[in-house]
């Protein structure tokens, strides 16, 4: 089982979670077999949005072709499998390990997490969010940064973060909230849009296809392990979610694509005064659903250039919050 209960952020119910450890099994995908299974999976949920790789590029990513252990940054492809006690098929998490050893920093990628809808609320989506935490420890002292594991070391003192890519809240779209609700209980916070407005690139092959590339707009979500009440985050440490980011996708799309999302995430970091990031707090549930004011699609696409925002209109900011609330407290949004 690849999970530390105590990797666990308390909101999120470590009862539940072990509850979780004993009901099912998570393993890595170590053949091709499994990998197929798990990226089946993903690809019936992710696919259709444009929002999974390739099945070749995750392919190579699983095979180590494209690890470079002498990159500044050095990357590792996870997929982890959550099998039911009968050996169905219950979840998948996929996740980026990615270290740089001069900064002291590993950053966790969480790329796609699927409960399947008969698992859900059963302590297994908590589970895959804390899951990489434990795959990030064991990178660290592989790099050998820290020591054996429960040795007060330096695999303490080094940084960790897990970094997530989220949707804007829509109030149309009820999962834009519900999915931050789970990330804000798990002790995650957003880094402020205005402040690193955050893109995800054009996953199709455009060559092929004969089309632009348009990058997704998403924001910028993380959790600093082991210091989840702390309300900000380094400059640095808000530039390294598009850094570590990009060292992986430099892999998968052409590099050229790159250039306007990192030139309009840095443009807006540079031209913010000071050396720590406020973070945004993510409500928790419901009764406190105005907090996701400064998360809205309408508050968030206006940073992106036009082509980048979709083809929904945007509304006013202050319209978009009252309709949010509205469907919330009549019960239209809830889970």
């Known amino acids: 089982m690849i999970v530390d209960l105590g990797d666990v952020y308390p909101a999120e119910g470590p009862e539940k979670v072990a509850r979780a450890i004993a009901q099912y099994s998570l393993e890595e995908a170590r053949d091709s077999a499994a990998f197929d299974e798990g990226y089946r999976a993903l690809d019936g949920f992710f696919g259709p949005k444009g929002e999974l790789e390739r099945h070749e590029v995750l392919a190579a990513w699983l095979a180590g072709v494209h690890t470079d252990p002498a990159a500044p940054i050095v990357l590792t492809y ?36 699927l409960v399947l809808p008969e698992h859900r609320r059963s302590g297994l989506a908590a589970l895959l969010r804390a899951a990489p935490v434990a795959l990030a420890r064991r990178a660290l002292v592989e790099a ?137 707090r993510i409500p928790r549930g419901p009764e406190e659903i105005a907090g996701f004011a400064p998360l809205l699609r309408s508050v968030v696409m206006p940073l992106y250039p036009p082509a980048w925002r979709g083809k929904a209109p945007l509304d006013d900011p202050a319209r978009e919050l009252e309709r949010l609330c509205a469907a919330w407290s009549t019960g239209e949004g809830r889970s």
């Open 78 to 113: 996870h997929m982890l499998i959550a099998r039911d006690a009968e050996g169905r098929l219950a979840g998948v998490r996929d996740v980026y390990i990615t270290l740089d050893r001069a900064a002291r920093r590993c950053v966790a990628l969480l790329s796609h997490a």
């Open 144 to 280: 050998g940064l820290g020591g054996a594991a429960g040795e007060a070391g330096e695999a303490e003192k080094a940084e960790v973060l897990l970094a997530a890519e989220m949707e804007a809240v829509d109030p149309d779209d009820r999962d834009t909230a519900v999915r931050l609700f789970a990330y804000g209980r798990a002790g995650f916070a957003v880094i402020p849009p205005s402040v690193l407005p955050y893109a995800q690139p054009d996953f199709r092959d455009t060559a092929a296809l004969g089309v632009t590339p348009v990058p997704l707009p998403l924001m910028a979500v993380v959790r600093q392990v082991g210091e989840e009440e702390r309300g900000d985050l380094s400059r640095d440490g808000a530039a390294s979610f598009l850094r570590h980011y990009q060292a992986a996708h430099v892999r998968e799309v052409d590099p050229a694509h790159l250039v306007p999302i990192r030139e309009n995430a840095l443009s807006r970091l540079a031209a913010f005064a000071g050396e720590r990031v406020p973070l945004i």
